[in-house]
């Protein structure tokens, strides 16, 4: 517990500039790593929402 909020209070240290690239590497190693929804079932909640193509592509 001690190691996170010291993490959390390096993190609150930095300037906004920092926060934001923090966050961009988060995001991106996130993307990589999520498992990805297979193209069935999401052309079937296409279909059950009732979307046109143009709103679904």
């Known amino acids: 517990m001690a190691n996170f909020e010291r993490s ?3 993190f609150y240290a ?3 500039s920092q926060k934001k ?3 961009a590497s ?3 190693v996130y ?3 999520r498992p990805r929804y297979p193209q069935a079932l999401i052309q079937q909640a296409i279909a059950l929402a009732q979307l046109s193509a143009a709103i679904a592509s």
């Open 8 to 10: 959390l209070q390096l």
């Open 31 to 33: 993307d990589r790593a």
């Open 21 to 23: 690239t923090w966050y």
């Open 26 to 28: 988060v995001a991106a």
């Open 14 to 16: 930095q300037n906004l």
